[in-house]
């Protein structure tokens, strides 16, 4: 059975940082892609950052690009998402992905991430 638990959300003022977590099992995790998106209230799940499978790819949402830094620990089977100069638009459910071959994906349960200004 496939889990990603994400951890480390939680209240923060503007300009602040968090660092978010997430523990892959029960897949073969060096091979599937790794993204993190988000989801506010009332607004579509959007894409933040994603990174392959090697680590050697990565891509950020133009939103967050030059705050946020992607990396994953194959060895661990984690990827976390670190977030630097968080502003209140930042707020939002932030979600874990594993994407793999043949459109398999996975989806974590997901970790608040509130922004005061």
């Known amino acids: 059975q496939v889990q990603l638990v994400e951890s480390g959300g939680g209240l923060v003022q503007a300009g602040g940082s968090l660092r978010l977590s997430c523990a892959a099992s029960?897949?073969?995790?060096?091979?599937?892609?790794m993204s993190w998106y988000r989801q506010a209230p009332g607004k579509k799940r959007e894409l933040v950052a994603r990174?392959?499978?090697?680590?050697?790819?990565?891509n950020y949402s133009d939103s967050v690009k030059g705050r946020f830094t992607i990396s994953r620990d194959n060895a661990k089977n984690t990827v976390a998402l670190q977030m630097n100069s968080l502003k209140p638009e930042d707020t939002a459910v932030y979600y874990c992905?594993?994407?793999?071959?043949?459109?398999?994906?996975?989806w974590g349960q997901g970790t608040q991430v509130t922004v005061s200004s």
């Open positions: 990174i392959s499978s090697t680590g050697l790819n990565i």
């Open positions: 029960g897949l073969t995790f060096s091979n599937y892609a």
């Open positions: 992905n594993a994407a793999g071959t043949r459109s398999v994906t996975y």
